[in-house]
């Protein structure tokens, strides 16, 4: 069973801190992606990888950025956290980025920025 | 921009059948997909069609397409308790081009 973790469930941080997300993979998938879901907007691609240090963005990355030095690890970084940044975090990984390629998502992470 | 709406709640009574209807924008989509999202959880594909079909089913579920109306809808027979989650409805032609709904939520009375 393909596994995706990631670090914290819920976290609470300032306007203004540098946070980090991480999320790792078990199954030496090439493909990892960051979104933010948000009641009523569903999900949206923030940034994904589709191999080591190598990085796309997705619909909304303006106040993101992203790292990946290693294949299981995708980290998503929010340099100056702002309150309209509260949201879920999902984590997703897949083998292939076809789209009938099946993506398996981590638990998430509750970020509220006060 | 792409768009996929769907309704925001649906109730229905334990052993109904339930139906998450879904209407898309993108006609190029190839795939469409239908998400579970369990409370506490991240979402878990439950099945996918590809846009050349208008109907697959996997056992208590079945996926209906109408192309031509951009319309998608997910049936679940016998719904039971278990059942009771988001569900996105979300089409795409790459992995990275995945548009998702807003998602439905699924509530089952006894």
């Known amino acids: 069973d393909v596994k995706v973790t990631q670090s914290s469930r819920y976290l609470v941080k300032r306007t203004g801190e540098k946070v980090f997300l991480e999320c790792v993979q078990d199954?030496?998938?090439?493909?990892m992606f960051w979104y933010r879901q948000d009641p009523g907007l569903g999900l949206r691609l923030i940034y994904f990888s589709y191999d080591v240090k190598m990085k796309e963005k997705g619909d909304i990355p303006e106040g993101y950025s992203v790292s990946r030095e290693k294949k299981e690890r995708f980290s998503l970084i929010l340099e100056s956290a702002s309150t309209n940044q509260t949201s879920m975090y999902l984590c997703?990984?897949?083998?292939?980025?076809?789209?009938?390629?099946?993506?398996?998502f981590g638990p998430g992470t509750r970020l509220l920025v006060l | 921009g792409e768009d996929v709406e769907q309704s925001l709640f649906l109730s229905v009574r334990e052993g109904d059948s339930s139906v998450i209807n879904c209407t898309y924008t993108d006609s190029s989509s190839t795939y469409l997909y239908w998400y579970k999202q369990e409370p506490g959880a991240g979402l878990q594909l439950l099945t996918y069609?590809?846009?050349?079909?208008d109907m697959k089913q996997d056992q208590r579920l079945t996926v209906l397409l109408n192309k031509k109306d951009k319309h998608l809808s997910l049936r679940i027979a016998d719904t039971q308790t278990g059942d009771s989650a988001i569900y996105f409805c979300a089409v795409g032609s790459s992995a990275s081009k995945i548009i998702f709904g807003s998602g439905t939520r699924l509530s089952i009375r006894p």
């Open positions: 997703a990984s897949s083998l292939r980025l076809a789209a009938q390629e099946t993506q398996y």
């Open positions: 199954m030496d998938h090439e493909n």
């Open positions: 069609i590809f846009s050349n079909m």
